[in-house]
């Protein structure tokens, strides 16, 4: 979070969980140079109902101008300062297979708030390889990108085997927030934030609802014949 006093206010989980929404959405209106919007419009572009989108923001202490709406620039400035965007955030990307080589060329990571500052890996025959500016450095490296006291988030982009020492070795050096997008559970000492990125497991979930779906299509047609 910010620094400043503003962006530290109690905001749920869950209305943080939807403030990255907000904020594509706003960008979007601002690449179409528009200069405000109506809460129900922003809540229809985010996929929420208005009054969710409303409640959220009221955390922000945003609250909209009657018949004008919220101003854009504003509002995406509150919302970057809410999610601690307001400056670029140094993150460590472990692993450079095909998903973690995707990660480190992505360039939208520069547009919104972080900067890939190094890219590890324990075969050691890939250091010294260039991936578009950076340069691949082994594990015993960490240590020297990672500056004690300042935070930094470190990407797990190994095989499941490898992900639970990857995070040993990241909160040993001082990596307090970790992203997994390896295939298993990790354990991180208390004081380290973790969030996990299974596809997978979305995708399941994916599947059970076109299953639910197709099973209520199946049922209509039934009832149809019937």
């Known amino acids: 979070m910010s620094v ?3 962006a530290k206010r109690d905001i749920p989980d869950a209305t943080v969980a ?3 929404g907000y904020l594509r959405a706003l960008g979007q209106l601002t690449a179409q140079d528009v200069l405000s919007v109506s809460s129900e419009e922003l809540a229809h572009s985010a996929g929420v109902s208005s009054a969710k989108l409303r409640k959220d923001l009221s955390h922000l202490g945003s609250y909209g101008v009657r018949g004008v709406g919220y101003d854009v620039a504003h509002l995406t400035y509150q919302i970057s ?3 601690g965007l307001t400056h670029d955030w140094p993150v460590v990307i472990v692993g450079m ?17 972080f900067k890939v500052v190094a890219l590890l890996d324990r075969d050691r025959a890939l250091a010294g390889e260039r991936l578009d500016e950076l340069t691949i450095q082994p594990m015993d490296a960490l240590t020297a990108v990672v500056t004690p ?3 930094c988030i470190g990407v797990i982009a190994t095989p499941a085997a490898s992900a639970q020492d990857v995070a040993d070795l990241l909160s040993a050096a001082g990596v307090t927030s970790i992203l997994n997008f390896a295939a298993t559970a990790i354990q991180v000492p208390e004081g380290v934030h973790m969030r996990k990125v299974d596809l997978s ?9 076109e299953q639910q779906r197709s099973g209520a299509v199946s049922d209509d047609l039934l009832e149809e014949i019937g």
């Open 97 to 113: 297979g095909n998903l973690g080589r995707a990660l480190a060329s992505y360039g939208g990571f520069a547009t919104k708030g």
């Open 201 to 209: 497991t979305e995708l399941q979930i994916l599947a059970f609802h």
């Open 18 to 20: 939807r403030l990255p």
């Open 81 to 83: 300062r809410a999610l």
């Open 4 to 6: 400043d006093q503003a």
């Open 149 to 151: 006291g300042e935070a």
